[in-house]
């Protein structure tokens, strides 16, 4: 219904009203999570750049993490590193933060880096749905990128850090079985994919894990 539309009008002028700095501010970065939101990335950025001066604290690393995530969107992983490391390791955005640095570093050519960072994602303290996900997929990637390095063992360990009930089991699954197969131990391999396969039957993770059964 076009409603971020309206939103981003009444948010322009509170910017260009005889507002307090911590008002402004976040309104400023109301607004640009909103060109964020709608892919106008160089409008979120400049948005982002009118925030000077007090920040509420409420809101302060949630402006940080969306700086760092606009500038991932925008192709410049190097500043989204920069940034990322500057959050906290505690907190509300901690699992997300600790996956994107990990992303941010890969991007940017620090595989090492990249490795060691989702390793420690994929083993943060989680309790809400959302930051266990999280952490699931960060040893999702982790364990693809061992696989592609041919590290088979290390992988289908990350692989088994992955909850059996998360949105990402079924490709966990599928992967650790893979890891078996080209580690040479194919009768290991029976194990997730035994699991797997007594899944739902229109998943291509499940079909993929029949055929290889």
């Keep these: 219904y076009r409603m971020h539309n309206r939103a981003g009008r009444a948010i322009r002028a509170v910017l260009e009203g005889n507002v307090e700095e911590p008002v402004r501010n976040e309104a400023a970065f109301r607004l640009a999570r909103i060109h964020f939101q709608k892919d106008q990335l160089d409008e979120a950025l400049?948005?982002?750049s009118r925030i000077e001066g007090e920040v509420p604290e409420e809101i302060r690393d949630d402006v940080e993490f969306l700086r760092a995530n606009v500038y991932l969107a925008s192709g410049r992983p190097h500043e989204a590193v920069e940034v990322l490391k500057r959050l906290p390791d505690e907190g509300d955005l901690a699992g997300?933060?600790?996956y994107n640095?990990?992303?941010a570093l890969l991007q940017d050519g620090d595989a090492v880096h990249a490795t060691e960072q989702l390793d420690r994602a994929g083993q943060i303290k989680a309790r809400e749905r959302a930051d266990l996900a999280i952490r699931d997929k960060s040893n999702l990637v982790l364990g693809t990128m061992l696989f592609e390095s041919t590290e088979f063992t290390r992988?289908?360990?990350?692989?088994?850090r992955v909850r059996l009930d998360g949105p990402f089991s079924n490709q966990a699954l599928l992967r650790a079985g893979w890891a078996e197969v080209s580690a040479g131990r194919q009768d290991r391999a029976l194990v997730p994919w035994g699991v797997l396969v007594e899944r739902e039957p229109t998943d291509a993770a499940v079909q993929e894990a029949m055929l290889a059964m």
């Design 155 to 160: 992988a289908e360990r990350t692989f088994d």
């Design 101 to 103: 640095l990990g992303i």
């Design 96 to 98: 997300f933060s600790a």
């Design 46 to 48: 400049h948005a982002l």
